[in-house]
C-alpha cells in the first residue's frame, strides 16, 4: 500500500536540516560499497512538530541547501511496513517516506 499525501496539510511547512547517504551493499561479497544508493534527508515538520526522514535519489541536488532553510517535497509518497525483532511476536510498523526531489526557493 502506498500512501499520496497532501503535502501542505500533512507536514505544513518543512525546513532541511541535513542528510546522511545510503551506501549500497553487495550481496555476493557481503558488505557495503562505495556507491551511494540514496540520500536520508532529515526535514522538520511544523504539522507533525518533529523531524522527518525524507528519502532521495543520489541524483537530487541537496548541496546547496542550507541548514534550516525552508524547503518543498514534491511527489512524496509514503510506504508502511513493518520489521520485527528474533524470537519477538511484536511488529514495529514503519512509515518510509520517499520524494522525488526536494527544492527551494531561490
Known amino acids: ?3 499520496i499525501p497532501n503535502i501542505k496539510e500533512t507536514f505544513g511547512d518543512t525546513y532541511f536540516l541535513g542528510y546522511s547517504e545510503k551506501m549500497k551493499f553487495d550481496q555476493t561479497t557481503n558488505r557495503r560499497t562505495d ?3 540514496a540520500r536520508i534527508c532529515k526535514v522538520s515538520s511544523s504539522v507533525l512538530q518533529e523531524q522527518i526522514e ?3 535519489a543520489p ?3 541537496i548541496m546547496k541547501i542550507r541548514f534550516n532553510q525552508k524547503v518543498t517535497l514534491n511527489n512524496v509518497v509514503i510506504e508502511p511496513y513493518a520489521r520485527t525483532t528474533t524470537g519477538s511476536s511484536f ?4 512509515l518510509r517516506c520517499t520524494a522525488d526531489s526536494i527544492t527551494f526557493p531561490s
Do not use: G, R, S
Not at 91 to 94: D, E, G, L, V
Open 91 to 94: 511488529a514495529q510498523i514503519i
Open 54 to 56: 525524507v528519502i532521495v
Open 59 to 61: 541524483a537530487v541536488d
Open 35 to 37: 556507491e551511494i544508493e
Open 1 to 3: 500500500m502506498k500512501i
